[in-house]
């Protein structure tokens, strides 16, 4: 590669530029390379430590492809002469690291801080880059574009996943005791958690939804909200429920963009249809009992499970009246999945109950 020209010219166009003297802009050319050496090999860790996950913890060979391209890419500019600049034992940020680095709390949370750190190397491989060689920086500029895809296309994919592995959904009650409930149905196993709260000042809700998401995502979970599209964009969670008489699901689509999940409750065959056409990530099945927590809302049955057991292509869940007695009837007609309010939120023992319910639920289906 040319040497940086930036330094060789004293007058340009009749007007005169600071000029190094020759050993200066050597003694600059080898900072420029060290900085270019040290971030390309952030960037490819950090694709690296992502890339893993798409294959192992995703089993998505298009994601871990992307991540391959795009280390592929970033080694092309390294160069031999950038590695020569390498000094390991005379750079004083080898040592230096944020205690959050020390700890990651999830999944999530270590993909995000990897994905910030390969942003971020390439930002600076963009700068510095351009002092390098003429196509470096626009190169680096686009290989951070199609960083920031990866990052959305694996953030929707990890939630998907994870929506389509839990089997048990507590939608949550105003409660005293709202934050230990969910904790408590956490460590139990709880895996997607919806916050429904019909009555509070939404100063209150936005409080209590920043804490259960933050709470969920350090279990790993999932965390949705109840009718309101602005709250769950304003608290970062990973979804709506909207039911017959709320926002429609284009229009909470265009908001959310395509990575966030978006549930509809059903009551009917048509319900059904229209939610799955329209592109519902889930759907609630219900009331399959009538219940105190949905007053005036007539059942819908068994024989609605049973329906959605046969024709439903999203995840669904059962919803109405379900508790720790009745679930094995639920699941002989046909359910996979349910979600509870007064089950757990009113359970003495919620840990016990979460785990009581999802064994249930993981029991083997009876031949139809
Ligand atoms: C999982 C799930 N299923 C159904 C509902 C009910 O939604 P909706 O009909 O909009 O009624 P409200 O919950 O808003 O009173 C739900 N929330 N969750
Ligand atoms: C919020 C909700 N939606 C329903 C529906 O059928 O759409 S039933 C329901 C309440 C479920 O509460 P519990 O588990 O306490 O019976
Ligand atoms: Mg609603």
Same mark, same amino acid.
């Given at each position: 590669?040319?040497? =940086?020209? #930036?330094?060789?010219?004293?007058?340009?166009?009749?007007?005169?530029?600071?000029?190094?003297?020759?050993?200066?802009?050597?003694?600059?050319?080898?900072?420029?390379?060290?900085?270019?050496?040290?971030?390309?090999?952030?960037?490819?860790?950090?694709?690296?430590?992502?890339?893993?996950?798409?294959?192992? +913890?995703?089993?998505?060979?298009?994601?871990?492809?992307?991540?391959? #391209?795009?280390?592929?890419? /970033?080694?092309?500019?390294?160069?031999?002469?950038?590695?020569?600049?390498?000094?390991?034992? +005379?750079?004083?940020?080898?040592?230096?690291?944020?205690?959050?680095?020390?700890?990651?709390? *999830?999944?999530? =949370? %270590?993909?995000? =801080?990897?994905?910030?750190? &390969?942003?971020?190397?390439?930002?600076?491989?963009?700068?510095?880059?351009?002092?390098?060689?003429?196509?470096?920086?626009?190169?680096?500029?686009?290989?951070? #574009?199609?960083?920031?895809?990866?990052?959305?296309?694996?953030? +929707?994919?990890?939630?998907?996943?994870?929506?389509?592995?839990?089997? %048990?959904?507590?939608?949550?009650?105003? $409660?005293?005791?709202?934050?230990?409930?969910?904790?408590?149905?956490?460590?139990?196993?709880?895996?997607?958690?919806?916050?429904?709260?019909?009555?509070?000042?939404?100063?209150?809700?936005?409080?209590?939804?920043?804490?259960?998401?933050?709470?969920?995502?350090?279990?790993?979970?999932?965390?949705?909200?109840?009718?309101?599209?602005?709250?769950?964009?304003?608290?970062?969670?990973?979804?709506?429920?909207?039911?017959?008489?709320?926002?429609?699901?284009?229009?909470?689509?265009?908001?959310?963009?395509?990575?966030?999940?978006? +549930?509809?409750?059903?009551?009917?065959?048509?319900?059904?249809?229209?939610?799955?056409?329209?592109?519902?990530?889930?759907?609630? /099945?219900?009331?399959?009992?009538?219940?105190?927590?949905?007053?005036?809302?007539?059942?819908?049955?068994?024989?609605?499970?049973?329906?959605?057991?046969?024709?439903?292509? &999203?995840?669904?869940?059962?919803?109405?009246?379900?508790?720790?007695?009745?679930?094995?009837? &639920?699941?002989?007609?046909?359910?996979?999945?349910?979600?509870?309010?007064? $089950?757990?939120? @009113?359970?003495?023992?919620?840990? %016990?109950?979460?785990?009581?319910?999802?064994? @249930?639920?993981?029991?083997?289906?009876?031949? *139809?």
């Amino acid at each position: 590669m040319k040497e =940086a020209g #930036y330094y060789d010219e004293s007058i340009t166009n009749g007007v005169v530029v600071m000029v190094e003297p020759y050993s200066q802009q050597k003694q600059i050319q080898q900072v420029v390379y060290r900085i270019l050496d040290a971030n390309l090999d952030r960037a490819r860790e950090g694709l690296r430590i992502i890339e893993e996950w798409c294959r192992f +913890g995703l089993n998505s060979g298009q994601l871990a492809g992307e991540c391959k #391209y795009l280390r592929q890419e /970033v080694a092309v500019w390294h160069t031999e002469e950038l590695r020569a600049a390498r000094d390991t034992a +005379g750079d004083p940020g080898t040592d230096l690291s944020h205690p959050q680095e020390e700890q990651r709390s *999830s999944i999530k =949370a %270590l993909l995000q =801080a990897n994905f910030c750190r &390969v942003e971020e190397a390439l930002r600076v491989l963009e700068e510095y880059g351009k002092l390098y060689h003429p196509k470096m920086g626009q190169a680096c500029k686009q290989m951070r #574009y199609r960083v920031y895809s990866l990052e959305t296309n694996l953030m +929707g994919h990890q939630r998907h996943q994870l929506l389509w592995r839990s089997r %048990l959904y507590l939608v949550t009650s105003p $409660s005293e005791n709202l934050l230990p409930t969910v904790e408590a149905a956490l460590k139990g196993g709880l895996t997607l958690l919806q916050y429904r709260d019909k009555d509070t000042d939404d100063s209150v809700r936005l409080e209590l939804a920043t804490k259960l998401r933050q709470l969920c995502h350090s279990y790993g979970a999932l965390f949705i909200i109840n009718d309101r599209v602005d709250l769950a964009l304003a608290v970062d969670a990973d979804g709506v429920h909207l039911g017959q008489q709320d926002m429609p699901i284009a229009t909470a689509r265009q908001l959310l963009g395509p990575q966030r999940l978006i +549930g509809r409750s059903t009551t009917n065959a048509d319900e059904m249809q229209k939610a799955i056409a329209e592109g519902a990530d889930y759907i609630g /099945v219900g009331p399959v009992y009538e219940t105190p927590t949905k007053v005036g809302k007539a059942a819908a049955g068994l024989g609605y499970v049973s329906y959605a057991a046969k024709n439903s292509s &999203v995840p669904w869940f059962a919803i109405g009246g379900i508790d720790a007695n009745n679930i094995n009837d &639920v699941i002989d007609a046909g359910a996979e999945r349910v979600a509870v309010v007064r $089950s757990l939120m @009113q359970a003495e023992q919620p840990t %016990l109950v979460t785990q009581y319910l999802i064994s @249930q639920l993981h029991r083997i289906q009876p031949e *139809s």
